[in-house]
């Protein structure tokens, strides 16, 4: 028998590169704050990386919306289109999801609309609702400069969406355009808004210090509730003492702000992808990236003989083979006991790999996931620290959050250290974000339409 090398030591000191210190953490907040001034100042907004659009979304639902809506939720790899009831204290909703194929988001933006327009008649004729007038809100889940609440225009794409013909113009004209163009149903879309907004609306719904809303999916971003007076782009009407903000804050480090903790992973992601330089720090963190940083690392363990006794796969070296989903999967083994582990090294061709391998595996997910977690919560602590409200509700949505086993902990653990003493938090599972609060962004602007306000 050979000598068994024991290389955990060697792998936990590669992966230091992925801890991100409390000082550091404080350093990337005063980085993120100054960076959400520069969105909201008017002589710096041009300029700013992040971009803290305004939404025209001033008034949270007050549980007193009904009625019937339809709402369209864009920003994955899946569509959905919902249908919802909303009567007194309770809702009924139905969705459906629709696949959008490589060739359509990478495609044509008029091609892109017209298979929404589709699926949307034909989810209206399957509800039996083909021949009613209907409100929709639409979750559009990109940067959007917006110009009113059905007015946005499409800043950058993001999350591995390209179409062309649509960055520059209104998102909420291509649709309206698209439906035109089939000229079957009859949709009035009443709001066009991104998916933290969606979160936090439906979370306000029930919670009323609900005030900020987060995603970590896909991708990453969170919007807030600022005080008007600090949002020097405002120009509609005056009066209203709170906006949702929507900072985009994905975006955060595009300009070498994060640069001193990245690490040769994260440059592999961002060279890789279709947007590079673009959404620094959302690949930092989301779904969308989380495996293949995790990939990467393995790939040069292995690569240094410290994993798989020096022995990959096809797989393994393969990009985008690595999904987030076995993050969470490996993690939510029990300490000591390697099922999931095994079973996803399995699929991977690596059944070579010895427990000591899958010690190391588990090591680097917890390294990956826990630094997402760190970025987020020094995030929404800078936000905190902001509002500077005695207490906030942060209503959050999306696959990662959702289904890692330990980020709401971690979050919660990280955000008490990291805000300001007295200042009080606590995180909520959004029941379905994106879509309910579309339906109730619909449903609060007919409201108010039809009260006249
Ligand atoms: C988009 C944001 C969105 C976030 C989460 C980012 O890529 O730019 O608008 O909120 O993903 O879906």
Redesign the pocket.
Known sequence: MGIVVNNLPRIREECEVLHISDRQLREIMKRLHQALLDGLGKDTHAKSIVKCWLTYIQDLPNGKERGKFLALDL??TNFRVLIINLGANHFDMQSKIYAIPNHIMTGSGVDLFDHIAECLANFMKEHNVYEERLALGFTF????KQIGLTKGILERW??GFSCSGVVGEDVVQGLKDAIARRGDVQIDICAIL???TGTLMSCAWKNHNCKIGL?V?????ACYVEKTENCELFDGEPGKENLLI?T?W??FGDDGALDFVRTEFDNEVDVSSINPGK?VQ?KMI?GMYMGELVRLALVKFTRMGLLFGGQGSDLLFQRGSFYTKYVSEIESDKQGDFTSCMEVLEELGLSHATEADMAAVRHVCECVSRRAAHLVSAGIATLLNKMDEPKVTVGID?SVYRFHPHFHTLMCEKISQLVRPGLQFDLMLSEDGSGRGAALVAAVACRQSQQGV
């Open positions: 920003g994955g889940s990109f940067p959007l993001t999350k991104n998916d933290t995603i999916g896909t991708g990453s971003n929507n985009e994905g975006a959404q959302e989301s999306g």
